[in-house]
């Protein structure tokens, strides 16, 4: 029997299940206030969500930093990567519950979740206003993916744990397809590059910076 050209098209439906923690900016805006989406790692994975107040934005945010964005940060299932379907699932719903400035979304993530900051801007492209990965594992994107989407990576450059060749290659990948990225390297720091990224103003005051055209 010869093989036939066949076509399918349906619809699938997926059951998404996502604790996260929500931060609201203490004063109210007089205008909508932007999103900022927190991915921690591999770490923090787990079904008790406090366990994410530990490390990385929540974990300044809960000794006392006050920031102008509503923050969401999710947490992943144990044994479990960052997908981009509940993670865009849980963006749409939080933009539903919340007035929340469409043209400024921003996401940034550590270690695991640098890569799932990677992985989902690539699946979303011009969503994010910037992007800000953190010491993440490589992934496979398209740099053109990223065109409009400014990008500040961080790593330390004794990580021991993803090394910095990681990260490295991701910005080469964007610079030579055009795409505006920023790459900071801290040159005494092993793998905890996130403390002093998420402790000062540098990086919260350059998303403030951009807007999409959404």
């Known amino acids: 029997m010869k093989q036939s050209n066949q076509h399918l098209a349906t619809e699938i439906t997926k059951q998404v299940e996502l604790d996260y923690?929500?931060?609201l900016p203490e004063e109210t805006p007089a205008s909508p206030p932007p999103l900022l989406l927190f991915?921690?790692?591999a770490g923090e994975r787990g079904s008790d969500v406090?366990?994410?107040k530990e490390c990385g934005l929540p974990a300044q945010l809960e000794n006392g930093l006050e920031?102008?964005?509503?923050?969401v940060a999710p947490q992943c299932p144990a044994d479990s990567w960052w997908e981009t379907d509940s993670l865009t699932a849980l963006l749409d719903n939080a933009l539903d519950q919340h007035d929340?400035?469409?043209s400024r979304i921003y996401l940034t993530g550590l270690s695991m979740g640098g890569n799932g900051t990677w992985t989902l801007a690539n699946a979303c492209p011009g969503r994010f206003a910037a992007i800000a990965p953190i010491c993440g594992p490589?992934?496979?994107i398209n740099p053109s993916n990223f065109i409009g989407t400014p990008t500040w990576c961080f790593h330390g450059a004794m990580d021991d744990v993803v090394p910095i060749s990681d990260s490295v290659r991701m910005v080469k990948w964007l610079r030579e397809g055009d795409a505006d990225v920023r790459f900071t390297v801290y040159p005494d720091t092993a793998h905890d590059s996130w403390t002093q990224t998420y402790d000062g103003p540098e990086l919260y005051d350059w998303l403030l910076t951009h807007r999409s055209q959404a």
């Open 39 to 41: 991915l921690h790692g």
């Open 21 to 23: 923690l929500l931060y």
């Open 50 to 52: 406090a366990k994410v």
């Open 138 to 140: 490589g992934a496979f």
């Open 67 to 71: 920031l102008p964005f509503v923050v």
């Open 100 to 102: 929340i400035d469409h």
